[in-house]
């Protein structure tokens, strides 16, 4: 069995600043979710299970997306507004890099909530961002005001 057609995948993945981005940042989301844990004293198996779950499911779904680029090649930059474009430097984005930007953003807001939670000083920074997203979108991750 030949197994030819993963190396450009992985070549693509490991080579794909996005791709290595949402890994760290998963990463810091689960270092500051165990530290809400253990400060809140309330670690629940279930709620990591099922955080784990769906960490590997953002993973698997990067690695499937890599096969669409590869076979169906698109360029989806103009979902992207302008103002990123500019700040990340990006002239074409692939369904995988375009997923792995949303999966950083929710990631981000995740490690930011329990970092909020977990008593470091950027609280400022959380209602900010909480106040914009309510604005803007009319979502954000709700988290009680304990002072």
């Known amino acids: 069995m030949h197994f030819d057609i993963f190396k450009p995948v992985f070549e693509i993945m490991r080579d794909n600043t996005l791709f290595k981005l949402v890994i760290i940042m998963i990463v810091m989301d689960v270092v500051f979710g165990s530290l809400r844990a253990a400060k809140e004293r309330d670690f629940n198996s279930s709620i990591g299970i099922d955080g784990g779950i769906r960490k590997i499911g953002m993973l698997l779904s990067l690695?499937?997306?890599?096969?669409v680029d590869i076979l169906c090649p698109v360029?989806?930059?103009?979902?992207?507004?302008?103002?990123?474009?500019?700040?990340?430097?990006?002239?074409?984005?692939?369904?995988?890099?375009?997923?792995?930007?949303?999966?950083?953003?929710?990631?981000?807001?995740?490690?930011?909530?329990?970092?909020?939670?977990?008593?470091?000083?950027?609280?400022?920074?959380?209602?900010?961002?909480?106040?914009?997203?309510?604005?803007?979108?009319?979502?954000?991750?709700?988290i009680e005001d304990k002072e």
Not at 63 to 67: A, G, K, P, Q, T
Not at 77 to 84: E, K, M, N, S
């Open 63 to 67: 690695v499937c997306l890599v096969f």
């Open 75 to 142: 360029n989806l930059i103009g979902f992207v507004p302008g103002t990123i474009r500019e700040y990340i430097h990006l002239q074409d984005i692939t369904v995988m890099e375009f997923f792995a930007l949303l999966y950083i953003v929710y990631e981000v807001l995740s490690a930011l909530k329990n970092m909020t939670l977990s008593g470091l000083p950027v609280r400022k920074v959380w209602v900010t961002v909480k106040s914009f997203l309510k604005k803007n979108t009319g979502e954000f991750i709700e």
